[in-house]
């Protein structure tokens, strides 16, 4: 996309980055991803930066103005479950804060600002000492560190203490006594580029995950008598007084914004090493991991390192080193490779052409590595053959590709990277390598991901988007620069100010793209109309919409476009024009069928006001004119099977409807016309749409043909709460005179008036009948007083019993229900969306009922 123009043609191409979905690509390929739990520096990056067994000083309960020191008993993001000190191994006094708004100091803070530190009342005579208690219980144990408690890093994950600027030292791959400092230059999801200190460009950036025992803080080097020397490949690009002059600038720098020591809090220990001088082994080649080759211990550093080469019998060989530890990745025992079937790089000056290890060793009088020496070689943590990651490209290490396992042999993977243009042979990776990462890793990070090459459409050279005035507004001259000019068609504008109909998101609308084409009409149109689909509220619903546009004296080509929507899949065919003069008849005809102004997306720009004053006249125009509700005949190319027995049909949609009506959740926070806008809409689209190619054609008008484009979806729940209560009042008040059918056929139908004109149905019709009692929840007792007991008692009794056993088992009273978030809900109780906001709705309602009854 260039200047907001998409540039398309019919030639080879490559799929554009921003479309590519892991979901539909796992879906279309019928594979699986790699199971998130496997990526286990993945998983320690997203923990919270406070760990179980701190202390910290917190406000009393029942008397704020003292303090007294808790323990932490374990973490969930941003929240922290609490024990005061003096309970011992007593859960019943537990309690659940919030890091972000609770008052939390570290050890100490009360000493320092003369406050008074006093053990909570239901524990007050336990002890008759309570100094010397505290002496005891404070004694070896670690305080919360007081950045994380206040100012800018207060409750961030260890990750997000890392920020542009850090600097750190970084230890040399030949040389375990060689350090030098590095500022941070990109933090991606703890993945660092390092910059040292002393260089301005990118040239020599280095990528390393922060867990990586290269990495130390700064000063490491000089506490631990190293040397503090730039890398020798860089040392000639400065003199040694200039990189002196960075380090002492960097250091004065470090020391006003120092890095928090809780960055490396999580790297591992390193475990002592039995290899010796003149050991043979196998290890994944350091400069090329696309194969194994042999390598030898050359030197012996100290307990925890050692120095491997790779093995070169020629004259002019020049040594190919590497720092390595006991567990380094990559590094595997004598004959693994035969053992598992792999080739084995010869080394270079081998004189035969086939290796035995037997002979190579007899022949250079040394002996191989024992299997003791080396980490558990089988462990496959989980990975299998045929499964999705992502994995830094070795050769371009800013580049992060879509790969696939094409096998995997103890605890070695070979991967495919796609989307490179040239071909790159499978790289090997350990399961303990830092360089591979989940599917959704780079989304979550909002980094680029290099996707899979998938021929759809080629990248034209940008033109100038020309401004049509509006007394010109009419179509313009298709382009006919090839020899099937009148199958090419020039750009197909998106009016964002025009109005966008019941159908069609606002929001998403004024993010679409300015303009698409020039191209083949095909190619063009099929992109314009799966935008529209993704900009939809419901996306099956202008699928089947878009079924019968199609006129008799049209030249049309068939194309296959799929929509998404709560999980499932629709898939249809659809009739589009494939010459440059029909269309903008077909583009005014998608308007007509969505219900939307006719220049929303036409061939003709719109700037100001549209010449139709959509934003000027009433939004009944639209669906009066160019939505009017017809029965429809059968579509061109329509399925005899799903209009078979419409009658039958509609009395099953209509009975789910009602019967969905009864159980339906009391209180209704989503907009009309949203796509969460009611159960009994899903439910209907499920009857009328069948995952898989084949659409439901039935045009019955639905409740949910309604202006939209002027209904707020933020988050605002005093107006949610108000339009239900105006609608409840309202429909109760006219419900009353009438009988129940009439009122469940009263939000089926559409509205006739002066002379049978069709209006949308109001909002108050849109919203659930139920009576005040259902709506509002009464509380017999203060939230903040209830146990966990009292929470699991009312989380069973809602339709969320299911989930009861989960508060049970982690110990949520009251005052950690009304802290709970859809997000905190989602990554502490491992539940998936549809169920999380389910049950957030019922915490929703306490919070509701709380802040009527107790707040004041």
């Known amino acids: ?97 919030d890091v972000m708004t609770a008052e939390l100091h ?7 600002n003369n406050k008074t530190l006093q053990p909570p009342e239901a524990i007050k005579e336990k002890y008759s000492d309570w100094t010397d208690f505290l002496i005891q219980d404070l004694t070896g144990s670690r305080t919360a560190p007081a950045n994380l408690l206040e100012g800018a890093l207060r409750g961030k994950n260890t990750v997000d203490l890392i920020v542009e600027g850090s600097v750190m030292e970084v230890r040399d791959l030949t040389d375990p006594y060689l350090y030098w400092a590095a500022r941070v230059a990109q933090n991606i999801g703890g993945r660092l580029r390092l910059r040292h200190v002393g260089l301005q460009d990118d040239a020599h950036d280095t990528w390393l995950f922060y867990l990586d025992v290269r990495l130390r803080p700064l000063g490491w080097a000089q506490e631990n008598r190293l040397s503090l020397e730039p890398p020798a490949e860089l040392r000639g690009l400065k003199s040694a007084l200039e990189w002196q002059e960075a380090l002492e600038a960097v250091r004065s720098e470090a020391q006003q914004n120092p890095l928090p020591l809780e960055v490396f809090k999580d790297h591992a220990d390193l475990t002592k090493h ?14 090329e991991p696309f194969h194994i080759c042999p390598v030898s211990v050359t030197q012996v550093y100290n307990e925890h390192y050692f120095q491997v080469t790779v093995d070169d019998l020629t004259p002019e060989a020049t040594p190919l080193s590497l720092v390595c530890h006991s567990e380094s990745p990559g590094i595997l025992p004598v004959q ?126 940008p033109q100038p988007v020309e401004t049509i005035p509006l007394d010109l ?28 109909g019941p159908y069609l998101n606002k929001g998403r609308i004024a993010e679409l793209p300015q303009a698409v ?54 898939r249809s065919s659809i009739r589009i024009v494939r010459l440059a003069e029909q269309i903008p008849d077909f583009c005014r005809k998608v308007c007509v069928k969505l219900q939307c102004c006719p220049n929303l997306f036409s061939p003709v720009q719109v700037t100001g006001q549209c010449p139709e004053s959509c934003s000027m006249q009433t939004k009944t125009k639209y669906t009066y004119y160019y939505g009017k509700k017809k029965k429809l005949s059968k579509p061109f190319g329509g399925e005899e099977s799903l209009e ?45 749409l069948q995952s898989g190619s084949e659409e439901g054609t039935s045009s019955e008008p639905h409740e949910d043909h309604i202006d939209t484009s002027s209904v707020e979806v933020a988050n605002s729940r005093p107006r949610r709460t108000v339009a239900l209560r105006r609608a409840t009042h309202t429909g109760i008040a006219s419900g009353s005179r009438e009988g129940p059918e009439s009122r469940r056929r009263s939000t089926r139908s559409l509205s006739y008036n002066q002379g049978n004109k069709y209006h949308p149905p109001k909002r108050q019709e849109m919203q659930v009948e139920c009576s005040e009692a259902e709506c509002r929840l009464v509380l017999e007792r203060n939230p903040l007083e209830w146990s966990v007991e009292d929470v699991v008692t009312f989380i069973t009794s809602t339709d969320c019993a299911a989930l009861a056993n989960i508060f049970q088992e982690q110990d949520i009273d009251g005052q950690a229900l009304l802290l709970l978030t859809l997000p905190t809900v989602q990554e502490c109780m491992e539940l998936k969306l549809g169920p999380a906001i389910k049950l957030c709705h019922q915490i929703e309602r306490v919070k509701v009922a709380f802040y009527a009854q107790y707040a004041n």
Not at 670 to 685: I, K, L, R, V
């Open 644 to 688: 078979a027995k419409p009658t039958r049909r509609r009395k099953k949609r209509k009975a789910i409807f009602v019967q969905k009506k009864r159980r339906s959740s009391a209180v209704d926070y989503t907009p009309a016309g949203s796509p969460q806008d009611s159960d009994e809409d899903e439910d209907e689209d499920d009857l009328m």
């Open 336 to 461: 693994w490779c035969l053992k598992n079937g792999i080739g084995l790089e010869r080394p270079r000056g081998y004189q035969s052409q086939d290796f035995d290890w037997a002979d190579y060793l007899k022949q250079s009088w040394t002996e191989a590595a024992p299997d003791t020496c080396f980490p558990d070689a089988w462990q496959s943590r989980g990975f299998a053959k045929d499964m999705w990651l992502e994995a830094v490209n070795p050769v371009r290490p800013t580049e992060v590709c879509v790969a696939q396992i094409t096998q995997v042999r103890g605890r070695l993977l070979w991967l495919r990277l796609e989307g490179l243009p040239k071909s790159v042979p499978e790289c090997i990776v350990d399961v303990e390598s830092m360089d591979i990462f989940p599917v959704g890793w780079c989304e979550t990070n909002a980094y680029l991901l290099t996707p899979p090459l998938k021929p759809v459409c080629k990248l034209a050279p």
């Open 1 to 97: 996309m260039i200047d907001g123009t998409f540039f398309l043609s019919d030639a080879d191409s490559m799929e554009e980055e921003a479309d590519f979905n892991w979901e539909e690509y796992l879906e279309e390929t019928g594979t699986t991803a790699a199971p998130h739990t496997a990526f286990k520096h993945v998983d320690i990056s997203l923990q919270s930066s406070f760990q179980p067994g701190m202390k910290l000083e917190v406000a009393n309960k029942s008397r704020p103005d003292t303090y007294w020191v808790a323990t932490i008993v374990t973490t969930c993001s941003q929240l922290l479950l609490l024990r005061f000190s003096g309970y011992g191994d007593d859960r019943k006094a537990d309690f659940w804060c």
């Open 106 to 112: 570290p050890v100490g803070w009360c000493t320092q």
């Open 517 to 570: 084409g020039p191209g083949k009409c095909t190619l063009v149109l099929k992109e314009v109309l799966s935008m529209l689909i993704n900009a939809a509220y419901k996306p099956g619903r202008v699928l089947r919409e878009l079924q019968d546009v199609e006129e008799q004296h049209w030249d049309c080509h068939e194309e296959t476009l799929k929509a998404k929507y709560k999980g499932k899949t629709y």
């Open 274 to 287: 039995s290899f010796r001088t003149g050991m043979k082994l196998e290890m994944v080649s350091p400069s």
């Open 473 to 500: 507004c009419e179509p313009v001259a298709m382009d006919t620069g090839s020899a099937n000019g009148r199958y090419c068609c020039s750009r197909i504008y998106v009016n964002h100010h025009c109005f966008s």
